[in-house]
């Protein structure tokens, strides 16, 4: 299993948002612990998944580009 670590810092180079835009993600539950980032032995620093958050950008661009956004979170196709 090969997995890409970043710190916020690398991350926000590589999807050019600051830092702060990234840490308010994770308060928003957009960024999900054990999915798109780990805190490796239990401690604060947090190291982001690249593949996961580059697979969920993508998916979310895909699904926006093809429908209409409903107020409930959903999509329309029609």
Not at 4 to 18: C, G, H, N
Not at 52 to 76: H, T, W, Y
């Amino acid at each position: 299993m090969n997995q890409t670590f970043l710190t916020t810092e690398q991350l926000s180079k590589r999807i050019q948002y600051d830092p702060r835009t990234i840490r308010n993600q994770l308060k928003d539950s957009v960024l999900l612990e054990g999915v798109h980032y780990v805190r490796p032995f239990g401690r604060r620093k947090l190291l982001f998944i690249w593949e996961a958050i580059e697979r969920d950008m993508l998916k979310q661009a895909e699904e926006s580009a093809f429908g209409i956004p409903m107020a409930n979170g959903g999509v329309c196709h029609g």
